[in-house]
Structures are given as structure tokens and as C-alpha cells.
């Protein structure tokens, strides 16, 4: 069964705002693929196109090769998943799994038999007979799964399940989810503005940004080899140092810090990078460390901000004696015994660096990422 | 005496005089029924009697009278329930700025006297040939009624969750299906009510009634013009029975409720 699912150009405007800007996207069939952006992205937007409950203003949607144009909600071969899982109260749970065969006028034998099989699949045996608001939120995110699984869809849309349930609970729904959608082999797209969630199930992510896809990687090249500034600045943790380049040399590219000197850096785009190009160094918290003051290749000079002790590291904030700002710097527990010396609010100390893992993109004027709170700073309405 | 105290008297007496100005009306009425008086009255006692039901029984238009307010009860039901729920559906899904119009439309002929509406009912359908009776009147009250019934809805309605409409259509069942399976169970208490309120308002409608009733009667209407011809206690004897059977429902509901209360604590 072909679950591959095609954008052609789309574009979504809803009167003068364009919620999704001409986009062509394809995803495979069995694929989890996720869209991860801010609210108000437009992947709510995204989803609702593919499920049918919004029509494209230009462009088209395939399933399984074939145009989606014209084909109404409910003959679509999808599931959603709500993000208030929109159970149907006044059911049982039985009720709910075989809504779906029900309406499509499945003897009452066969849907029951499909139920219990799908209750065993989430591990709620003996639950059928229930009322709704008897089941924990976990239970009813797993009747939900089923539900949406009970009429055999190629693709899975999933709006933002996990975002009601508390941390361990969402944590061990992400390894049940993503075991789900190996055993039934069904094509997975998942929307959330949650990275860790995104990073851990997906083969691939989309990051989106106001309409627009940023960048579509899986989780590691995501990471490892932002190619925007605004997925650096989304994707994990980044500090960013403001720079000119002064020259190319092959993967590296050599830049003028200002206050901070020449540093170099890893090109990250091949395009955007020319002589004299403004351009934004990132640097992620755990490739930082402590070196000593005149110790060779990259280092920053700074006094230490604060410390802070998150378990299995420490959090330091580094003020930088060239220019002022502040970077952020992870390190491991064997890393802060032996600079335990250093590590206290006041003291001076020199971050080094590798060039090679670091990445250097132009500068963009898309959003901005706030660093404190993780929060679009330009966020737009979210559109469904 | 504290004033706390004295706080607690005068409410002790404000809910002995509430009670007293709502049932003792009732209970007159209702004592009337056995005085063996020509008049309804309690004074003065001029024995006690059961012949008013007796009476009351043997009184033909009477009961000509309840079965014309039963069948337009049941006619308004029939009409004004389906077009309340319609009205509320549509309402729901205008967003337009002309929405608090078309509310206010729907509800004017709640803010409208019923005598009002009873004449222009009648004049209104004049012209097509149709005078004054039980369909008449079972048009006419049906056009406030359903108003009533629109509120109810439209009250319940808005605490329905859209998603779950979403849902069922992408788990591909077909709007009507969705229809019929979602909202409608998620109304059924609302409609049930509104069933209850319809019936009851057309049963003690007077008002509009008086105008297009034509040569046809209600009971509302025939005790009117007893008032006028001569009332004797057999219609306490009917209030009384009217007022028990009424008690007695409300007290099987009540009952019935109860239990189902009862049974959902329990979890079973």
C-alpha cells in the first residue's frame, strides 16, 4: 500500500495572509517525517491540507500518487490524531475504536474483532467496555491511536498528541509511538513545536517558519549541519557570534569578529558565504570548553557569568572580554571536576573551540529565536 | 437577642411568607374542590363532597376541551422542536456580522404579546383560506415556542466540542452520519427539555390561543369563558388533578435522575 504523500506547490492564503508559501514537499511511504516549527508556522496548516479539511489555494496534494483534489475528508485514506484527541464522550471505548467501521457498515463481528485487536496493539486489553473519562490520559492517548488505526489508513497525521500529558508520561508515549509506526509500517506525520520529540521519532523533520520550510533533514544533519539560521537557532541550543568573512579556505572560512578578533569557522552554506558576506558564527554549549589561556587554535577570552548545576552537567555562562556578550557553555561532569578551580562567578577563563564543529550561515533577517526562552520572538496568529 | 439571631428568624419568616404567597393560592384552590358550595370557595364550608369530580366527569366540553390541548401540545411539539434545533444549527454556523440580527429576529416573538401574535397569525393566514383552529393554533403558538426551544439548543450547542465533528468526518463518516451520531446524542438532554418546555407552554397558552382557536377549544380557553358563564368547583376538582399528575411526573424525574446519579457514582 503506497502511503507516500506529495506537496506540489502549495500555497495556502487565508484572505491577504499566505499561511504556507509555495512549498513542494514528498514524503515516503512508511516514513515517520515530522514538521517542527513555532505556532503559528503554519504545519497546523500543513496537515489540515493533507487530511482534507482545508483546500489549497494554489497546488496540489498526493496520496499514494493520486490527486487529492476534490476528495472530501472522510474518503481520504488518513487518520488524525487530535490534539485534544477528540474521543467521543458519551462512547465506550469499544464505541470509539469501531466508529470508524461502523460508518462504514462493517458487521458488528468484524469491528469487534478489529477492536480487541488493536486494544492488545496499544496494550489496553479489557478496556473496551469503559467509559471515556475512566481511562488516564495515557489510556486515552492510546485509544485515540487506535481509534485513527482502526480504519486502516496509509497516512497518520498527528497534531501535537503528546502536548497534554506531563513530561515521563510523553517520554515513554514517544518510544510507544514510535514502535507503533514501525510494527504497522503506516506512514507517520507529526506535527510539533517540540524538538525533542521530533529529534527522537523522526526519520525526517521539516522545520518551518513562517510558511516556509527551512530546512528538511533527518534529525542528525538537522543538528549537526543547520542550514539556516533560523534552524540553528531552533534545533538545540546555539550561541552565535556576529562576523565578516575575510577569506575561504575550502570547508573553513576565516572571519573578522570585530572585538573578538579573526576566528574561523565550518561553511555551512556554499552559496552565501563570499568575501565580506555578514555572517553569524554558531557555537553549540557542549562543543565549548575550558582551555588554557594560551593554549593554541580558537579561543575566547571571558569571566565567568554564572554556574549552573543541571545533573548529569553544568550550565556555565561565559561573558566574552572582547565584546561583551554572553555564551553558553555545557560540560560534562569529568570536564567540571578538573576545572572546578575556574568554575566559580568572577573568574577569568578562556573557551576554546574546534572550527570543525562549528557552523557558519549568513546572516538571515527570517525570526528570531529568543535564547532565554526558546520563543519566536516574530511569532504570527497561528492560521488552521 | 444577637443579630445573628435575629438575621436567622427573619429568614426563617421571609421562607415561611415565600412558601405561604406561592401554595396557599394552591391549597385554597385545591380545598374548594371538596366544599359542597355552589361557588368555588372556602367560605363558608357548607360541607364536605366529592360530587365535583363526579361533575367534572360528566362534563363533556371539558373534556373536549383537554383533548384539543393535548393534540395541540403534541402538534407544537411536533413543529416547533425541529425548527428550534434547525434555528440553533444555523445559527451556530453563521460567523457573519449579521448574526445578532438574525438572533434577535428569531427572538422577537418571545418579546412580542402573544395577543399579537395571535392576531397577525390570524390575519396572515386569512388570505390563504385557512380561519381560526386547532391547526391555527398549533401554527401560532409553535412561532414563539420554537424560540424557546432555539435558546435550549443553542445553550448546549455551545458547549460542543467542533473537534469532534472533525473527527468523525476523518474517520469517514458521512456528515449525516456525523450528524446523527455525535451532536445529536451530545443534544439529546437539551432537545428532551425543550420537548418538556414546548408541551408545557402550549398546554397553559391562553393568550395567543384565544385568537386562533376559532370555533375549536382548548382547555385554557374553555375555563376562561366558565369564568364567564358560571364557575363551579369542578374546575378545582380539574386544577387538582392537573396539579397531582404534575407532581407526580416531576417526582418520577426527579426519582429516575436520582438513580442515574446514583449509579454513575457508583462507576457501574
Redesign the interface.
Known sequence: MDGSVRLEEVVMRFGDFTAIDKTSLTIGSGEFFSFLGPSGCGKTTLLNMVSGFLTPSEGQVLIGGEPMAGVPVNRRPTAMIFQNLALFPLMTVFDNIEFGLEVRGVDRRTRRATAERLLALVALEGSGPKRIDELSGGQKQRVAIARALAVEPRVLLLDEPLSALDLKLRQHMRSELKAIQRKTGITFIYITHDQGEALTMSDRVAVMSAGRLQQVADPVTLYRQPATGFVAAFVGENNRIEARVIERLGERVRLDAGALGELEGRVGEEAGLGVGVEVALYLRPEQLRPVAADAGGMTLPARVESVSFEGAWLMVAARLEGSGEVLRMQLGSEVSRRFADALAPGEAITLGFDPAETVVLPRDDGPRVDAETGEVVEASDEHR | MSSQRLLGWGLRFYVVVFFGYLFLPLAIMAAATFNDSRFPTVTPWDGTTLRWFGELAEDGAMWQALANSALVAVGVLLLAVPIGIATALFLNTVSSRAKPFLYALILSPLLTPGVIIGISTLIFWRQWGVGGGIFLTVVGQATFIAAYVMLMVTARLQRF?R??E?????????PW?AFR??LL??LKPAILSAGVIAFLQSFENYNTTLFVVGYDTTLTVYIASKVRTGLTPAVNALGLILILVTVLLAAAYEFKRRREAARLVK?V
Open positions: 466540542d473537534t469532534l472533525r473527527a468523525a468526518l476523518d474517520l469517514g463518516a458521512t452520519q451520531r455525535i446524542p451530545f462507576g
